[in-house]
Structures are given as structure tokens and as C-alpha cells.
């Protein structure tokens, strides 16, 4: 059974800066697509950034510059150290992969790339 388990959520006031951590079991890692995506309150999910196994990253235009998303295949872990946070980044993130292989050479950080997920961690930003 696959399992993604997050870490590293917590609050920090405006450009602070947090590391996420998901850790992933049962599944043959660096496959594919793997990557992050958040949800606000009251907002729909949005994806992140998302990183694929060749280690080609892709980013949403509103975290360019400022997040960054790696793996380590040999630690079986995926990681999102997300520097210069703002209150708009305040959301609930998840750790998402596929099991899918066409989204090796399609990996993209949007919801519906990724049919894997962990539990969640929540990310608060104060002003």
C-alpha cells in the first residue's frame, strides 16, 4: 500500500521561510511525477510545483522564485523549502504522486496529474 506522509508544517510570520518533508513508503519512488499541491480555506486546490523523475521541475507562477522542490531518491523523500512565504501562502499542503506513466514526460503541477496523496500539513503565514 502507498503511503505519503508530510512534515514540516507550522506557522512563521511574513518572509520566513519553512521546509515541507514527505516521506513515501510502498512506492517505487522517483517514478514518474511526484509533487506538491495546497488548498486554502474556502479556495480550490492549486498546484504547487511538481518534480518528475529525470528531476525536471515546474512551478506555479505564484511560488516561482521563492519555492523550491527536490527529491531524494535514495531517502525515498520529496521535499518543498519554501523561502520568502507570504499570507497568501497560507493553505494546507499535500504531498501528491502518480502512478501514471505518461506523466513522466507531462509532470506538471496541477491537481489532476496526481492520484496519490498524504494527509496533509498545514502552513499558516502571519502578517
Known amino acids: 500500500q502507498v503511503q505519503l506522509v508530510e512534515s514540516g508544517g507550522g506557522s512563521v510570520q511574513a518572509g520566513g521561510s519553512l521546509r515541507l518533508s514527505c516521506a513515501a513508503s510502498?512506492?517505487?519512488?522517483?517514478?514518474?511525477?511526484m509533487g506538491w499541491v495546497r488548498q486554502a480555506p474556502g479556495k480550490e486546490r492549486e498546484g504547487v510545483a511538481s518534480?518528475?523523475?529525470?528531476?525536471?521541475?515546474s512551478y506555479a507562477d505564484s511560488v516561482k522564485g521563492r519555492f523550491t522542490i527536490s527529491s531524494d531518491n535514495a531517502e525515498n523523500t520529496l521535499s518543498l523549502q519554501m523561502n520568502s512565504l507570504k499570507p497568501e501562502d497560507t493553505a494546507m499542503y499535500y504531498c501528491?504522486?502518480?502512478?501514471?506513466?505518461?506523466?513522466?514526460?507531462?509532470?506538471?503541477?496541477?491537481?489532476?496529474?496526481?492520484?496519490?496523496w498524504g494527509q496533509g500539513t498545514q502552513v499558516t503565514v502571519s502578517s
Open positions: 518534480i518528475n523523475s529525470d528531476g525536471r521541475t
Open positions: 510502498g512506492y517505487i519512488y522517483g517514478r514518474h511525477c
Open positions: 501528491a504522486a502518480t502512478s501514471d506513466p505518461f506523466y513522466r514526460y507531462n509532470c506538471y503541477p496541477y491537481e489532476y496529474t496526481f492520484n496519490l
